[in-house]
């Protein structure tokens, strides 16, 4: 996954540039728009793979667990682990 830097060098602009960019379309910042990304990718893993979640963390850019959980609920609303059982207990059903 690119940081913003690499995103707005990819993209020819200065990372103020795409901040502003992206400020401007859609309301988010380089930061949040990779907190997404990030946590979608960890949607799909959590139901699709017996990973752990510090494992699941790590893959998906985060530097710890307790990291993870934190950005996980902010956007969810729930821990990883509740969504994971939540899923799985519908899928299950």
């Known amino acids: 996954m690119l940081s ?6 990819e993209q ?3 990372r103020r540039t795409l901040e ?9 910042t380089p930061l949040q728009l990779q907190h997404y990304a990030r946590i979608k ?6 139901i699709n793979s017996k990973q752990s ?17 934190n950005h996980f ?3 969810t ?3 990883p682990e509740a969504y994971r059982h ?8």
């Open 4 to 9: 913003p830097i690499q995103l707005a060098q």
């Open 12 to 14: 020819g602009m200065s």
């Open 20 to 28: 502003r960019h992206l400020q401007s379309k859609f309301a988010v």
């Open 41 to 46: 990718n960890a949607r799909k893993i959590l």
């Open 53 to 69: 979640l510090a494992a699941i963390a790590l893959e998906c850019g985060y530097y710890d667990q307790a990291h993870f959980n």
């Open 73 to 75: 609920k902010e956007q």
């Open 77 to 79: 609303g729930e821990t």
């Open 86 to 93: 939540r899923k799985l207990d519908r899928l299950k059903n």
